[in-house]
């Protein structure tokens, strides 16, 4: 008989205002001043509550097998996880390397989230080379709707591209409309400081950080937008972690028509000394690119408040400390890279950013709802709350308070990278295309509820 959230603050990337919001079947259908609600009608109370589009994710790994190690997530778990941190959409990465050509890749995330996914999904196709197969599998999927692709320049000898097929992807994708997303770090560079690092003692992940510097950043940036720049095509980096990084890509901008930047919420709220913590305890934060000094996350927040950082998402790729992060004891470059976050994503964004002042209510809808919306082709399907929108909502408490912890977060790791921080916040009620998912930090939807964006 349709939902109605009444008496909230709705919050969009335009601006704020009081507004019931009234959703028939799957999709928002009025937002106005005190709707009526009609007879059998399901009515959520949000007096002194914000009312946000539902959050979406644009870098996750929901499932990622690796040589040796299978990244600890998959699917139910990541969807859960992150409705329940008030994400109703994610983005992940169809590929590791693994696979021998994109098909392969694409049917093998489609086992994978076929019936688990709790919330939508999209997928951007990850390349490693391009090659006639490759392009004739692409051309298919670009008629079915793809609109992203993502490439490596580093991690040699299984993702990195060479710069003859970084250049015929982007020519190809300039050609098609296609976004190119780029792991921008120089692989050459990487695997000559890690050796000196080994060989010289130093095997511990305190030195992980050392071996990709922001110069081996920044240094791909200029690489990815220069071959940007030449073929005319979308460019997208990925996790921009440094100020050097930020600065490299700050001149292109009068180069590329449509450059676009995203950051991750660890970048912004921790920094390298957690990685140098003894006892091999600094493992448990070894991901590439590294955590960085404070002074990159002041640089971070002021392009993020200025819209010059677009998107903010997580690059959500948890291990257990015991098991699996620890193959890198006596050696960093083997310590899987990545952390969690798809749950804390937006309690953090919102603690450190908009009630640290940093960012307005306005840029955190922007950049985690909005522009990842807009830039990959879902708007305005998701992203905003109007009519004909997905009914895609997030009911937010701005008083409540709690304690990030392992002892409390759904995602089944042995420890959590935010533990101990207070965050002010969180999401009361969470819906997707109009069905509660979760209520009071509890998930009460549909299982596999969720539906591929393509």
Not at 112 to 128: F, S
Not at 162 to 171: I, K, N
Not at 213 to 225: H, S
Request: proline share 6%.
């Amino acid at each position: 008989m349709g939902l109605l959230i009444r008496g909230g603050e709705v919050v969009t990337a335009a601006g704020r205002r009081a507004a019931d919001v009234w959703c028939a079947g799957e999709s928002i259908t009025r937002v106005a001043p005190e709707i009526a609600p009609p007879p059998g009608a399901t009515v959520i109370e949000a007096a002194g509550k914000l009312v946000f589009p539902g959050f979406i994710d644009p870098h996750v790994h929901a499932y990622m097998p690796l040589k040796n190690v299978t990244v600890k997530s998959d699917y139910d778990s990541c969807t859960r996880a992150a409705l329940l941190g008030g994400t109703t959409c994610v983005m992940d990465f169809a590929g590791s390397g693994l696979e021998p050509d994109p098909d392969a890749a694409w049917a093998a995330w489609d086992q994978q989230a076929a019936g688990q996914a709790h919330c939508d999904y999209a997928w951007h196709l990850t390349l490693t080379r391009f090659d006639e197969t490759t392009r004739r599998q692409l051309e298919a999927y670009v008629a079915r709707g793809l609109r992203s692709v993502k490439i490596y320049l580093a991690y040699k000898p299984t993702l990195a591209m060479s710069d003859t097929d970084l250049y015929r992807v982007l020519e190809f994708a300039a050609a098609r409309d296609l976004i190119v997303m780029a792991h921008c770090e120089n692989a050459e560079l990487v695997s000559a400081l890690q050796q000196k690092l080994l060989a010289a003692g130093r095997t511990g992940p305190e030195w992980h950080g050392p071996s990709r510097p922001p110069l081996v950043e920044a240094e791909g940036v200029c690489r990815f937008l220069t071959f940007a720049a030449a073929t005319g095509a979308k460019a997208y980096i990925v996790h921009v972690s440094s100020a050097a990084a930020l600065t490299m890509a700050d001149g292109f901008r009068d180069r590329i028509s449509e450059l676009f930047l995203e950051t991750m919420t660890h970048y912004l709220v921790l920094d390298k000394t957690c990685a140098e913590r003894p006892n091999f305890e600094g493992a448990k934060w070894v991901l590439s690119p590294p955590l960085r000094e404070k002074s990159d996350q002041a640089a971070l927040w002021a392009a993020l408040a200025d819209g010059r950082i677009d998107t903010l998402g997580t690059d959500h790729c948890p291990f257990d400390f015991k098991g699996q992060k620890e193959l890198g004891r006596g050696d960093f470059t083997k310590i899987p890279n990545g952390i969690g976050g798809v749950e804390e994503r937006v309690a953090l964004a919102y603690t450190a950013g908009v009630v640290g002042g940093k960012i307005s209510l306005e840029r955190l809808v922007a950049a985690a709802a909005e522009n990842p919306a807009k830039i990959f082709g879902l708007w305005p399907r998701k992203g905003t709350i109007a009519p004909g929108a997905d009914a895609d909502l997030v009911v937010w408490d701005p008083a409540a308070r709690r304690t990030l912890s392992r002892q409390t977060q759904s995602i089944a790791t042995d420890y959590n990278p935010y533990e101990g921080i207070d965050v002010h916040g969180a999401p009361e009620v969470v819906t997707v295309r109009g069905e509660i998912m979760v209520r009071h930090g509890q998930f009460v939807g549909s299982p596999g509820k969720g539906r591929l964006l393509l």
